[in-house]
């Protein structure tokens, strides 16, 4: 792969586990990981990481709280396309994965092969840290995002863990 691969974790940290993107993009940039991966904690800038994915990247792993009907904790993999989003209108202050990702288009670019790892949340409401049934989700989610790596992409971890402050981390 020629661009890399761009790992987007999202969230919003006053939000209770809506944070589980982030905190998985915060413990996975201490992973070893494929040569060309990069992995960035968006949390709720959307625009970022739209203009972002304008670089070209050769696939998108998002990583966020989503919700379904199973229990809290309960992790998944999605393949999504460009034809699953539909029409999305982009908030420059905001961070709504499905129209960010449809206004690349709109912006110039196209969605590279895009995986969505995530975990279904007990709490979304205003609070700190993840709940218990999250937060032991964490090693789960990151070991899918490996596998999703080596088994999607064809990727092995070539080099060393990086500091844990190479993500990129947004409070607001």
Same mark, same amino acid.
Do not use: W
């Given at each position: 792969?020629?661009?890399?691969?761009?790992?987007?974790?999202?969230?919003?940290?006053? %939000?209770?586990?809506?944070?589980? &993107?982030?905190?998985?993009?915060? !413990?996975?940039?201490?992973?070893?990981?494929?040569? #060309?991966?990069? =992995?960035?904690?968006? &949390?709720? !800038?959307?625009? /970022?990481?739209?203009?972002?994915? %304008?670089?070209?990247?050769? @696939?998108? =792993?998002?990583?966020?709280?989503?919700?379904?009907?199973?229990?809290?904790?309960?992790?998944?993999?999605? $393949? =999504?396309?460009?034809?699953?989003?539909?029409?999305? $209108?982009?908030? @420059?202050?905001?961070?709504?994965? +499905?129209?960010?990702?449809?206004?690349?288009?709109?912006? *110039?670019?196209? %969605?590279?092969?895009?995986?969505? =790892?995530?975990?279904?949340?007990?709490?979304?409401? $205003?609070?700190?840290? %993840?709940?218990?049934? +999250?937060?032991?989700?964490?090693?789960?989610?990151?070991?899918?995002? /490996? #596998?999703?790596?080596? $088994?999607?992409? *064809?990727?092995? @971890?070539? !080099?060393?863990?990086?500091?844990?402050?190479?993500? !990129?981390?947004?409070?607001?």
């Amino acid at each position: 792969m020629s661009n890399g691969v761009l790992i987007a974790g999202i969230g919003n940290v006053f %939000l209770t586990d809506d944070a589980f &993107g982030s905190e998985v993009a915060r !413990r996975l940039s201490t992973t070893a990981l494929p040569a #060309g991966v990069k =992995v960035v904690d968006y &949390g709720i !800038r959307g625009m /970022h990481l739209a203009y972002d994915l %304008l670089d070209g990247y050769d @696939a998108l =792993v998002v990583i966020d709280a989503l919700p379904g009907n199973g229990n809290p904790g309960d992790l998944s993999v999605l $393949e =999504v396309g460009a034809d699953d989003l539909g029409e999305g $209108e982009l908030d @420059a202050h905001g961070m709504a994965p +499905v129209a960010v990702l449809a206004s690349l288009s709109q912006l *110039g670019g196209a %969605l590279p092969p895009t995986y969505v =790892v995530g975990c279904q949340p007990a709490n979304v409401g $205003e609070g700190m840290g %993840l709940t218990p049934a +999250v937060a032991a989700a964490v090693d789960g989610a990151i070991a899918l995002v /490996h #596998g999703v790596l080596t $088994e999607q992409l *064809g990727l092995t @971890a070539e !080099r060393s863990p990086a500091p844990a402050s190479s993500a !990129r981390k947004d409070t607001s």
